[in-house]
């Protein structure tokens, strides 16, 4: 459901945990560079978690993890919750970003800026719109893409939480995959773009889901691929996001040709 990497190891949440094939529990901990199991934590240790979604790590003792109620703060080193932070309902089914010394999380229009050390919402950020995603810039900056009338890709200036730059995003609209994610926004790691998709499907019969590439310096946007005219063998959509490789600055996008129980 969601990969956070933190201390040389990474951090692996389900969203059934033990009902899941393959798994014992919602968190699962690995070697980051071998994928060596580390340790779990089970569905019992976690019990108060429905159905998480996403999650950020911010030391080797806490994380922080999101199901569609709240944000909880899960004590990793005496293996329990210590309940949710005030203030996260209503949090949105999108990754959240750690910058170290604050965690951003999505709820509707709004940013919630959490304190690590409180864990507590120190702010909420107006934007012009439903965020449909939130990602770190390599300046340490945060983009969000904002769907509404006008939709905007927003800069938020982490130093002071002050909204930045805003650029027109009048391709971006509010959209989530078949698991419901909202988060179909991700930055290159080497340049000053950021990739976002949609879902452009006349039917159910035929998937298309182009992606976007906007230039955060000049403000434009155009198309830079579209699945629909790469598949080779049947329609395919988006399932569960994208990603930029850190060192080849390839785009890599999770795909399915379809869902069901048969």
Not at 5 to 24: C, V
Not at 88 to 104: C, D, L, P, Q, R
Not at 135 to 145: H, Q, Y
Not at 208 to 236: M, Q, R, V, W
Request: net charge negative; aromatic share 10%.
């Amino acid at each position: 459901q969601d990969m956070c990497f933190f201390g040389g190891k990474a951090y692996i949440l389900t969203q059934n945990g033990k009902k899941a094939e393959g798994f014992d529990g919602y968190l699962t901990v690995t070697n980051a560079e071998t994928m060596t199991y580390v340790t779990d934590y089970t569905n019992d240790e976690f019990s108060d978690l429905s159905a998480p979604t996403h999650l950020a790590v911010v030391s080797a003792d806490k994380a922080y993890i999101r199901d569609g109620r709240a944000i909880y703060v899960a004590d990793l080193k005496n293996r329990k919750l210590n309940g949710k932070i005030a203030g996260s309902e209503g949090a949105m089914k999108i990754k959240m970003v750690n910058t170290g010394s604050k965690v951003y999380a999505a709820a509707g229009s709004k940013l919630l800026v959490i304190d690590p050390a409180s864990d507590a919402v120190t702010k909420t950020i107006d934007l012009p719109g439903t965020s449909s995603g939130i990602v770190l810039g390599k300046d340490g900056n945060i983009w969000s893409s904002c769907a509404g009338t006008p939709s905007y890709m927003v800069q938020i200036l982490t130093a002071t939480d002050a909204i930045g730059v805003k650029n027109d995003g009048s391709l971006v609209f509010y959209t989530c995959d078949e698991a419901g994610n909202s988060e179909g926004l991700t930055l290159a790691k080497t340049d000053n773009v950021l990739y976002f998709w949609k879902d452009e499907s006349p039917d159910w019969s035929h998937y298309d889901y182009p992606i976007y590439k906007h230039d955060c310096t000049t403000g434009k946007t155009e198309k830079f691929i579209s699945l629909s005219e790469t598949a080779k063998d049947g329609n395919y959509l988006i399932y569960g996001g994208m990603g930029v490789h850190p060192l080849t600055n390839q785009l890599f996008v999770n795909s399915i040709k379809g869902y069901g129980t048969d």
